[in-house]
């Protein structure tokens, strides 16, 4: 009986440390063409609003509060170059990838992120 509850016990903090340490890591958005100026426009042209922005440059979605360490952005293909971006935090890249008209089935869109 007393390893039985000690089991229970054991189990139930386990899952409680696993539970309250775990952080749900975000998906952002970076296309040029957005329309975002951080007051009044969200990128709604891109589909963005205030609490998902869809930032016009890099430096916009480093420099946004609710963008932590772990999380994605995704940097999406442009005709334009993005500015250089500063990065300070521990976030993940992501964009279109490269020789994108050599491979024929990876897009519609095979402009690439500069």
Do not use: C
């Not at 189990?11 to 775990?22: D, E, K, P, Q, R």
């Not at 890591?25 to 042209?45: F, H, M, Q």
Request: net charge positive; aromatic share 12%.
């Amino acid at each position: 009986m007393k390893k039985a509850n000690l089991l229970s016990i054991t189990a139930f903090i386990a899952f409680f440390i696993i539970s309250v340490n775990s952080v749900e890591a975000k998906i952002w958005r970076v296309n040029n063409g957005s329309n975002y100026n951080g007051t009044t426009l969200w990128g709604s042209n891109f589909g963005g609003n205030p609490a998902y922005p869809v930032f016009k440059q890099i430096d916009q979605a480093i420099a946004w509060s609710s963008v932590m360490d772990s999380d994605t952005i995704h940097v999406e293909s442009s005709q334009f170059i993005y500015t250089a971006a500063t990065i300070t935090k521990k976030v993940v890249l992501i964009g279109p990838g490269f020789f994108l008209p050599d491979n024929s089935k990876t897009g519609n869109n095979l402009l690439d992120a500069r």
